[in-house]
């Protein structure tokens, strides 16, 4: 069983729909990463948080530390939003990073 | 401020080769970590340096190397090369490793 588990693996939704996709995760961690990969292989950071929640234009992460549990939602999604999203902890060994399989989010007009 | 950049972009080798990949982080920044990216694995870490140490290292062949200069600059080089290796290598660098992370757009490795 992989340490980061993330689910769905492919989602696709229409133009304006609200998204979640969400992290499960099976160690202890002290911060979580949710990265943005585009087609090409470029990977954007776009929140790292170890409580609480953070939002950022039409997106919001929250993390459950109790629950080992992460989401990340997109709201009034576009298909610019398209890309894979990774959610990524920090283990006890502070300085590496463990990966999930990613979610393959496609969005259509 | 620039980003963090990565040389050569793309690269096609041949087995039992070796490669040296070039990441040069953000202005400022004293960690630099790897990644390599491959469709069956996934993302997976391969190294982290700060201040010219290795600090952490990924479950990986010690073929793998890597190293970090004084200007924070961080090379990995790949001896011997296997098709296996054909992957994207990811560098990223931050403040420290528990810090955001920034990533570099990758070196696509290709071994024939």
């Known amino acids: 069983k992989n340490e980061v588990e993330q689910s769905p693996q492919n989602l696709t939704a229409q133009e304006g729909e609200f998204i979640t996709i969400n992290c499960s995760y099976s160690v202890g961690i002290s911060a979580l990463h949710w990265l943005q990969q585009h087609p090409g292989g470029g990977i954007v950071s776009l929140f790292m948080l170890s409580s609480g929640k953070k939002k950022h234009g039409r997106l919001i992460a929250t993390i459950n530390i109790q629950e080992k549990h992460s989401s990340l939602h997109i709201t009034a999604s576009h298909p610019r939003d398209s890309a894979v999203y990774i959610c990524a902890v920090f283990t006890g060994t502070a300085s590496k990073l463990t990966f999930g399989t990613g979610t393959r989010l496609q969005v259509t007009l | 401020k620039a980003g963090v950049t990565q040389t050569p972009r793309y690269l096609i080798k041949t087995r039992g080769q070796q490669v040296t990949l070039s990441c040069s982080p953000i202005?400022?920044?004293?960690?630099v970590s790897w990644y390599q990216q491959t469709p069956g694995q996934g993302l997976q870490f391969l190294f982290e340096y700060f201040s010219e140490t290795q600090r952490n290292k990924g479950n990986f062949p010690g073929r793998f190397s890597g190293r970090q200069f004084s200007n924070s600059r961080s090379e990995m080089n790949v001896s011997t090369l296997e098709l296996g290796d054909s992957a994207l290598y990811l560098c990223?660098?931050?403040?420290?490793?528990?810090?955001?992370?920034?990533f570099g757009p990758g070196t696509r490795l290709t071994v024939l």
């Open positions: 990223a660098s931050s403040l420290d490793a528990t810090y955001t992370q920034y």
């Open positions: 202005s400022g920044h004293r960690s």
